[in-house]
């Protein structure tokens, strides 16, 4: 018998005695010394002469050795040839049984579902989803009124503190932000007016567009993406972050209903705050129209004002201002509800804080494409 290979911590020992070749192990057949055995062996597989492995100087094995040989002894069974395993301990027999019996055929890319159906999948989840966060939606937006219903007919008290702190959030610290965006959208309508309606002749009319288009849409839609961003983001986070310190949780422990004490200050603070940021916002598109239309166009401001008062009905006014407040209720309800969607931890709190600020700007476009045909429909054009 003659050595093949020496490495540190095993040995291995071949020799052929009437037909049959005899690997004689020694050593440590452990993870870290198995490689050398591991690449023998494997040669082995397919040797015709029939293989007897003997283990009677193996100091330690371990899984891994245990392997080896398992898979030496599988892929010579399979291949029809001879295979004995000689010499070894109780403790290794008995770990080579249970890895024997542990073996099982695994996967190791699952299948592949055809792009169709994995389409379907994804829309199906979509779907579910879409549903599901609509039907919470509305249960939470219910719930909500009804409180401020008991709140309004003085059955729930109301905190006038909460209000008027969630006032000033909303309203009061946003008017810097709304005024410059509503003043660049201002010039940028009557910009864009004017460069149209000069290939016809019919420069004047720009004000009749930045007025009307002001009062009735821009202003309010504009306000109301900037309050959802700003404020929708901010009570989804506010909520979310109490929900994960259990803060909601110990408020209803103690008592105090969390849609009364968290939601309808909220709420209310953007019903009353909308309308108000709405005509500013719009008070300033105008101003931006002016000036643009008074450098441009060579209008004077005073002009522009007149003609302003003659183009532009009251109802374009009370429109926007009819809509400012139906948009502040779904932002708030929109944020409130994202936020107390919140489970986990603080990767949640971003994900609802998104989605508040996309939902909430969906549903206030969706409401104002009703609110467009409605009031078309009831001849306020």
């Known amino acids: 018998m003659a050595d093949t290979e020496a490495p540190a911590g095993s040995h291995i020992a071949e020799g052929h005695a009437d037909g049959e070749r005899t690997v004689r192990l020694s050593g440590r057949m452990t993870i870290r010394f198995i490689d050398p055995v591991s690449r023998r062996l494997r040669e082995l597989e397919s040797d015709p002469e029939p293989l007897t492995v003997d283990l009677a100087d193996i100091e330690r094995i371990d899984t891994a050795g245990a ?6 002894r599988m892929a010579r069974e399979a291949a029809g040839l001879s295979f004995r395993l000689t010499g070894a301990s109780d403790k290794a027999e008995e ?27 994804k829309l199906g989840g979509w779907i579910v989803f879409a549903a599901t966060t609509f039907g ?43 005024g410059l965006m509503s003043f660049l959208v201002g ?18 009319f720009v004000i009749n567009l930045v007025g009307r288009i002001t009062f009735r849409e821009l202003g309010v839609l504009m306000t109301a993406i900037m309050v959802a961003g700003r404020s929708g983001s901010a009570f989804a986070a506010q ?106 931890n603080a990767e949640e709190v971003g994900l609802r804080t998104t989605a508040a600020v996309v939902q909430a700007i969906f549903l206030v476009i969706v409401l104002d494409a009703f609110f467009a045909v409605f009031f078309s429909a009831i001849g306020w054009n």
């Open 136 to 178: 919470g939606f509305l249960s939470f937006l219910g719930l909500t009124l009804v409180t401020l219903g008991r709140v309004l007919i003085g059955r729930r008290a109301l905190r006038w503190r909460a209000v008027t702190n969630q006032y000033e959030a909303v309203g009061v610290a946003s008017l810097g932000i709304i």
């Open 67 to 72: 392997w080896v040989l398992y898979r030496t």
């Open 239 to 344: 909520i979310g972050s109490m929900k994960l310190a259990e803060e909601v949780d110990a408020m209803r422990t103690i008592g105090m209903p969390p849609i009364e004490v968290l939601v309808i200050p909220r709420l209310l603070a953007a019903v009353f705050a909308m309308p108000l940021l709405a005509f500013y916002g719009s008070i300033l598109g105008i101003v931006g129209g002016m000036l643009l239309t008074w450098v441009s166009l060579g209008i004077p401001p005073a002009t522009f004002i007149q003609r302003i008062q003659e183009v532009v009905p009251i109802t374009d006014v009370w429109v926007g201002l009819i809509k400012a407040p139906v948009f502040g209720l779904v932002i708030a309800v929109t944020g409130c509800f994202q936020g107390m969607q919140v489970r986990g």
């Open 187 to 204: 010039i940028v309508v009557a910009q864009q007016g004017a460069v149209q309606l000069r290939q016809f002749g019919a420069d004047v």
């Open 95 to 121: 770990l080579i049984d249970q890895i024997c019996s542990h073996t099982r055929p695994t996967k190791i890319r699952p299948d592949l579902t055809p792009p169709f159906i994995r389409t379907l999948e």
